[in-house]
């Protein structure tokens, strides 16, 4: 059996699996701390249940996104760029918002060194720099130090080389590759980085609270935390790169519908307390952004699932006979708020309640909203979330539209957008299933230059850095399927020359042998 957790920012969600099937789900309020909140849902989860019998704990989480977003937790970074002599019109976090760039910055150098798109190195790496930069970063202490090299995840060999030395000079110090973390790039990598290295304190300190919370409840099961791509990282890799768990949630969920419908392609809508998060199944996967990421105003490359959020949710405010609502929300205090709880705010909950499509238990039924409001309230969701949906259909497909989340049964109709609408059983904790079933993946990217090797080449030698990627994270080398090639063409180069990535995913190969 598996147990998956996802922690949203009001309810904290966990269900039993037993291969496909739900055993067991439970809503808990999501705590400040978060990590009592998890307890309190394993708590209840667990009732008649030997948590010898659980095989694997996976948990989707948003306390690093709320880390870099309320500037909390996060550790000093020295950036090091190796751009020299190009690459000196913006330093490093020049685009940042003041308070992020106070919460990180340890200094910012650049030296020489780096590579062309071609692989022609920019510079050679100057002795005399290299001694004056580490000399600095000794004096200072940064909790950790970013190297990024122009090019660098095509031309690896000076990241590492100065990743290596750094470490062994300034021992204490995290030094991380920027070549690790993003693609090509080099503002959004170096963001990125930065981003990711003022976690890693942090995530040692949830790493440790996530193994604690588990073995306080008899779990000796492996614990996996689910990233952005809808896939699987152990703790050490969490510890690695925290970052990469961003959008957990949203991908939970997406996963989620899928794993609830059998539906390979659709248009999944979350609905939580406070926002609606609305996304795409792409052959059973989240729909891969390609745009340029906001994380907490940095500019970063991240892969990202293509997700568009509206404030509407279970705890929404409703403005005067419901003209309007969101994106203001009662969130986790909807029990001591909400009119069908005795409190004086009228919410989107009420309204379901007063329309009879929600009943919970100890709320009050006695229709706490008028119905004119109602009806008003009703047809400004269903136009605002037919506008999303028509935002999100490729290229304009009737794909059908999954309702998933504790606030689906907010939305009325059954239809959206000419979609047709899927309500299915356990939609309420679709995002703890989506986190439950996750694979393991891996991914590569390169650049193709006309008259050098074939597409198929190089779509070839990807798939093996990929698949390779996918097993030291944990798959099993017999299971890996490839579930995304994009190709892009990149404009302004002197040679035709285009950017491929390849994604693979496999099963997790801790979990081979027993229910899954």
Same mark, same amino acid.
């Given at each position: 059996?598996?147990?998956?957790?996802?922690?949203?920012?009001?309810?904290?969600?966990?269900?039993?699996?037993?291969?496909?099937?739900?055993?067991?789900?439970?809503?808990?309020?999501?705590?400040?701390?978060?990590?009592?909140?998890?307890?309190?849902?394993?708590?209840?989860?667990?009732?008649?249940?030997?948590?010898?019998?659980?095989?694997?704990?996976?948990?989707?989480?948003?306390?690093?996104?709320?880390?870099?977003?309320?500037?909390?937790?996060?550790?000093?970074?020295?950036?090091?760029?190796?751009?020299?002599?190009?690459?000196?019109?913006?330093?490093?976090?020049?685009?940042?918002?003041?308070?992020?760039?106070?919460?990180?910055?340890?200094?910012?150098?650049?030296?020489?060194?780096?590579?062309?798109?071609?692989?022609?190195?920019?510079?050679?790496?100057?002795?005399?720099?290299?001694?004056?930069?580490?000399?600095?970063?000794?004096?200072?202490?940064?909790?950790?130090?970013?190297?990024?090299?122009?090019?660098?995840?095509?031309?690896?060999?000076?990241?590492?080389?100065?990743?290596?030395?750094?470490?062994?000079?300034?021992?204490?110090?995290?030094?991380?590759?920027?070549?690790?973390?993003?693609?090509?790039?080099?503002?959004?990598?170096?963001?990125?980085?930065?981003?990711?290295?003022?976690?890693?304190?942090?995530?040692?300190?949830?790493?440790?609270?996530?193994?604690?919370?588990?073995?306080?409840?008899?779990?000796?099961?492996?614990?996996?935390?689910?990233?952005?791509?809808?896939?699987?990282?152990?703790?050490?890799?969490?510890?690695?790169?925290?970052?990469?768990?961003?959008?957990?949630?949203?991908?939970?969920?997406?996963?989620?519908?899928?794993?609830?419908? %059998?539906? $390979?392609?659709?248009? &999944? @809508?979350? =609905? #939580? !307390?406070?926002?609606?998060? /609305?996304?795409?199944?792409?052959?059973?996967?989240?729909?891969?952004?390609?745009?340029?990421?906001?994380?907490?105003?940095?500019?970063?490359?991240?892969?990202?699932?293509?997700?568009?959020?509206?404030?509407?949710?279970?705890?929404?405010?409703?403005?005067?006979?419901?003209?309007?609502?969101?994106?203001?929300?009662?969130?986790?205090?909807?029990?001591?708020?909400?009119?069908?709880?005795?409190?004086?705010?009228?919410?989107?909950?009420?309204?379901?309640?007063?329309?009879?499509?929600?009943?919970?238990?100890?709320?009050?039924?006695?229709?706490?909203?008028?119905?004119?409001?109602?009806?008003?309230?009703?047809?400004?969701?269903?136009?605002?979330?037919?506008?999303?949906?028509?935002?999100?259909?490729? %290229?304009? $497909?009737?794909?059908? &539209? @999954?309702? =998933? #989340? !504790?606030?689906?049964?907010? /939305?009325?109709?059954?239809?959206?957008?000419?979609?047709?609408?899927?309500?299915?059983?356990?939609?309420?904790?679709?995002?703890?299933?989506?986190?439950?079933?996750?694979?393991?993946?891996?991914?590569?990217?390169?650049?193709?230059?006309?008259?050098?090797?074939?597409?198929?080449?190089?779509?070839?030698?990807?798939?093996?850095?990929?698949?390779?990627?996918?097993?030291?994270?944990?798959?099993?080398?017999?299971?890996?399927?490839?579930?995304?090639?994009?190709?892009?063409?990149?404009?302004?180069?002197?040679?035709?020359?285009?950017?491929?990535?390849?994604?693979?995913?496999?099963?997790?190969?801790?979990?081979?042998?027993?229910?899954?």
């Amino acid at each position: 059996m598996r147990i998956g957790l996802d922690v949203g920012g009001t309810h904290t969600d966990a269900v039993l699996m037993d291969g496909s099937q739900v055993i067991a789900g439970v809503k808990a309020t999501t705590t400040e701390d978060v990590t009592s909140g998890i307890e309190a849902a394993l708590s209840s989860l667990l009732q008649g249940y030997s948590p010898s019998k659980v095989d694997l704990l996976t948990i989707g989480t948003t306390q690093f996104t709320n880390a870099v977003v309320e500037r909390k937790q996060l550790s000093k970074v020295a950036a090091v760029r190796v751009c020299l002599p190009a690459g000196r019109g913006l330093m490093p976090r020049a685009d940042w918002p003041q308070d992020l760039t106070e919460a990180t910055d340890g200094g910012s150098y650049l030296i020489h060194g780096g590579h062309l798109y071609n692989g022609r190195p920019l510079s050679e790496l100057r002795e005399r720099e290299l001694s004056e930069l580490t000399q600095a970063l000794s004096d200072t202490q940064p909790a950790a130090v970013v190297i990024s090299c122009a090019f660098s995840p095509t031309q690896p060999e000076q990241e590492d080389q100065l990743t290596a030395r750094l470490a062994e000079s300034l021992p204490g110090v995290r030094v991380c590759a920027s070549h690790d973390m993003g693609g090509l790039g080099l503002i959004e990598r170096e963001n990125a980085s930065i981003l990711n290295a003022s976690l890693l304190d942090f995530a040692d300190r949830v790493a440790n609270a996530l193994v604690e919370s588990s073995k306080a409840f008899g779990l000796q099961c492996p614990v996996y935390v689910s990233q952005n791509d809808g896939t699987l990282i152990d703790l050490e890799r969490v510890r690695q790169f925290p970052a990469l768990t961003f959008a957990s949630g949203p991908t939970n969920s997406i996963r989620g519908a899928w794993a609830l419908t %059998g539906l $390979a392609d659709a248009i &999944v @809508i979350d =609905v #939580g !307390g406070t926002t609606s998060d /609305i996304g795409v199944l792409k052959n059973g996967f989240p729909r891969q952004s390609n745009l340029v990421i906001d994380v907490g105003g940095a500019r970063t490359n991240f892969r990202m699932p293509d997700v568009i959020a509206i404030g509407l949710g279970g705890g929404s405010l409703i403005g005067p006979d419901g003209r309007s609502f969101g994106p203001q929300s009662v969130a986790r205090n909807l029990r001591q708020k909400a009119l069908c709880f005795g409190g004086s705010e009228m919410t989107l909950t009420d309204v379901a309640i007063s329309q009879g499509r929600l009943a919970i238990h100890d709320a009050s039924q006695s229709k706490p909203v008028e119905a004119e409001v109602c009806h008003a309230v009703d047809s400004l969701i269903v136009k605002k979330l037919a506008a999303a949906v028509d935002l999100m259909k490729p %290229g304009g $497909a009737l794909l059908p &539209v @999954i309702l =998933v #989340g !504790g606030g689906a049964l907010l /939305i009325p109709g059954d239809t959206l957008a000419g979609c047709p609408i899927v309500r299915p059983d356990n939609a309420d904790v679709a995002n703890a299933i989506g986190a439950s079933i996750a694979q393991v993946s891996g991914e590569a990217e390169g650049l193709r230059v006309a008259g050098a090797d074939s597409r198929e080449i190089v779509i070839k030698k990807l798939t093996g850095i990929a698949s390779e990627r996918a097993v030291t994270a944990g798959a099993s080398s017999a299971t890996i399927k490839i579930v995304n090639v994009e190709e892009v063409d990149i404009p302004y180069m002197a040679t035709e020359t285009s950017l491929i990535r390849v994604s693979v995913v496999g099963d997790l190969a801790r979990s081979e042998g027993a229910s899954s």
